[in-house]
Antibody
């Protein structure tokens, strides 16, 4: 059974750094693209970017390029989303999602439970 | 970037009704379109991929159609569990997926 288990809720101050995680199980972690989706309070879904754990090839949405870092540790089947300097506007729920598809066209078939990140002074 | 526009933003309906949600892309995306359901406080759940393929385990009352720039999600015979928010997503190349703004399906 495919499972994606995310790390717990975080409360941070502006300017602090943060790395949240998503541990995958039940499938070959290195064989699928893996991505992150943001949902700000009361708002819709925003696709942030994806990584291919097999070779660490990473693609970002233009909206998030330079704002976050996506990485993966294939030895422990875990993907990460990282900020170097948080802003209050980063307050949101972040979902990890396995991506499936072909020829560069990938949708999300399994999702983590979400990690709430709150940034407030 | 490819923009996705869903309509309506909110839809009121009753149990047993048939409803349709529309999603339009700002340029052709062939059939690279998925539909997701999100219940309050939960992660999204995949319903349809490649515009019309039903994800395993999803009830057959859900169906999708369309190609190019116009797509629809139809739910026949609404059930109480179906009242949720629905999102379309284009995935026409991994340089950037985009979601529609969502359609909230409410009980009338």
């Amino acid at each position: 059974e495919v499972q994606l288990v995310q790390s717990g809720a975080e409360v941070k101050k502006p300017g602090e750094s943060l790395k949240i995680s998503c541990k995958a199980s039940g499938y070959s972690f290195t064989s699928y693209w893996f991505g992150w989706v943001r949902q700000m309070p009361g708002k819709g879904l925003e696709w942030m970017g994806i990584i291919y754990p097999g070779d660490s090839d990473t693609r970002y949405s233009p909206s998030f390029q330079g704002q976050v870092t996506i990485s993966a540790d294939k030895s422990i089947s875990t993907a990460y989303l990282q900020w170097s300097s948080l802003k209050p506007s980063d307050t949101a729920i972040y979902y990890c999602a396995r991506h499936i598809g072909r020829s560069g066209n990938y949708y999300c078939d399994y999702w983590g439970q979400g990690t709430l990140v709150t940034v407030s002074s | 970037d490819i923009q996705m526009t869903q309509s309506p933003s909110t839809l009121s309906a009753s149990v047993g009704d048939r409803v349709t949600i529309t999603c339009r892309a700002s340029q052709s995306i062939n059939t690279w379109l998925a539909w997701y359901q999100q219940r309050p406080g939960k992660a999204p759940n995949l319903l349809i991929y490649d515009a019309s393929s039903l994800e395993s385990g999803v009830p057959s009352r859900f169906s999708g159609s369309g190609s190019g720039t116009e797509f629809t999600l139809t739910i026949s015979r609404l059930q109480p569990d179906d009242f949720a928010t629905y999102y379309c997503q284009q995935y026409n190349s991994y340089s950037g997926c985009t979601f529609g703004q969502g359609t909230k399906l409410e009980i009338k």
